[in-house]
């Protein structure tokens, strides 16, 4: 081989060793300085309340919201509001349960166990009672929630198909008006893909009934975080923690 044929060979390997070496540590650099997508961003740790200034709120744990309350009145109307999650920016909270600051109140965050609504119903509704009322807007057959509702005690149950939240406050209005169940259960759907608007809509027509029955025991909780919603927006709530309002205290 010549000379000249292997100093060319020689400048060739050393020109391929210093652009793979580049292109290695340009790539580094680049990758560093990129966005980390959302799935592989650490965040804020989302089954801690170290952050959120805990001492603000009661803590309850994961047994059923009504089983960590003392009091026991002679009526009570029990709601789920579907998506309804305690988010990182605690002025979101405060926002939302000051809606029922004009009536006797008690707020809190309460621990749910998984991110479903048929886990929160079967926990949070299970009665012993005969005269237990559930309510839906919705299908029967959908998760099977008429089957398991009456498992649970719910001799009595009312479905209505593609009925929205405004309505279903009025029909809960009309159903405690005539004053034959001891035990109302309810779980919304307006906020179900975690609309914000629609939630705070609906709970704004749960404070107005529980202002018109003040007799009657109102609490409101949420099922679980919004889960039908784009990944960004899910990560903004804690996962296992939902907000709870206790009405008419």
């Known amino acids: 081989m010549k000379m000249s044929q292997k100093i060319n060979i020689a400048l060739f390997s050393s020109f391929v060793v210093t652009a793979v ?54 009526k009570q109307v029990l709601i ?28 809190a965050i309460h621990h749910r166990m998984a991110n479903r609504t048929k886990h929160a119903e079967r926990v949070e509704y299970r009665r012993d009672s005969s005269d237990a009322l559930f309510l839906f807007g919705g ?33 809960l209005d009309s159903v405690m008006s005539d004053g034959a169940f001891s035990t109302i259960a309810w779980t919304t759907q307006g906020s179900r893909y975690g609309s914000e608007d629609s939630l705070m809509s609906t709970l704004k027509g749960i404070h107005s009934l529980a202002k018109e029955y003040p007799d009657v025991r109102f609490v409101v909780q949420g099922t679980h975080r919004p889960i039908l919603c784009n990944p960004e927006y899910k990560r903004t709530f804690y996962e296992h923690w939902v907000p709870v309002v206790i009405g008419n205290i």
Not at 26 to 46: A, C, K, R, T, Y
Not at 82 to 107: A, C, Q, R, T
């Open 21 to 74: 070496s580049g292109a290695f540590v340009w790539g580094s650099d680049f990758l560093s300085n990129q966005s980390v997508p959302w799935h592989m961003q650490s965040g804020i740790d989302e089954d801690s309340l170290s952050t959120y200034g805990v001492n603000e709120y009661r803590l309850l744990d994961r047994r059923p919201v009504i089983a960590q309350i003392n009091k026991n009145p002679k």
């Open 80 to 107: 789920l509001v579907d998506s309804w999650g305690v988010p990182h920016d605690k002025s979101v909270l405060e926002k939302e349960f000051s809606i029922f600051n004009d009536i006797p109140h008690d707020f």
């Open 139 to 171: 299908d029967s057959l959908e998760f099977g929630r008429s089957e398991y509702m009456q498992e649970i005690g719910y001799s009595r149950r009312l479905f209505f198909q593609k009925c929205s939240d405004s309505l279903m406050l009025a029909k």
